[in-house]
């Protein structure tokens, strides 16, 4: 993350995304395969199996690192092999979802993990300050309910950020900036997308 300013001299906190380009490997269609997407490749791959090799080598296109299928609405405007630059597809004041895996924070009590406010620091609390307290009742319903805010695993899972306003796009050097945070520590990979619950 870093900052840019606006003409108003505001700071403005930035999120830079390496973006693209990205080549199309494969268009599917209704007709053929039931449904509209595109497949596409970011990175280069320093070695694939056959089986990979052989997809990309029918596209005519080198093995890439990542390979995604994202789902559009008409798929004619796309040929496989075309490369996709950043500035084709987004422009600065829009919208965009950003997906990716959150930070792995381990096995994580219930007052990181859920914001449990904890149980008092004096009036003879002995060495239970962070406990999560009662779980259930005894003989009814004799059971823990299913889906109960405990310890447990934190972090590490598929996220995606709603709405972000694309502040900037550097055409030149492939950059995004993202006015605010994307989940997922530096250098991660990310997915950035149109957003499809944007208002206004």
Do not use: W
């Not at 900052?3 to 700071?11: G, P, T």
């Not at 829009?94 to 859920?114: L, P, Q």
């Not at 993202?178 to 530096?186: A, D, I, M």
């Amino acid at each position: 993350m870093t900052q840019i300013f606006d003409d108003e001299a505001r700071s403005i906190p930035v999120t830079v995304v390496k973006a693209g380009p990205i080549r199309v490997v494969q268009v599917k269609t209704i007709e053929k395969d039931g449904y509209n997407a595109i497949q596409i490749s970011y990175g280069d791959a320093k070695g694939v199996n056959k089986p990979t090799a052989g997809h990309y080598a029918k596209a005519g296109v080198a093995p890439g690192a990542h390979l995604v299928e994202v789902k559009v609405d008409d798929p004619s405007g796309f040929v496989v092999g075309q490369e996709i630059k950043v500035e084709e597809m987004f422009e600065a004041g829009t919208k965009a979802d950003v997906s990716g895996v959150s930070k792995g924070k381990g096995f994580a009590g219930v007052m990181k993990r859920h914001n449990f406010a904890g149980q008092g620091g004096s009036h003879g609390n002995h060495k239970k300050h962070r406990a999560p307290g009662s779980i259930g009742a005894c003989a009814t319903p004799a059971r823990v309910f299913k889906g109960m805010r405990m310890a447990g695993r934190m972090g590490g899972e598929r996220v995606t950020t709603l709405n972000l306003e694309i502040a900037a796009v550097d055409a030149e050097r492939g950059l995004l900036l993202l006015n605010g945070s994307v989940p997922g520590p530096k250098g991660s990979l990310v997915l950035v997308r149109e957003a499809v619950k944007a208002r206004g």
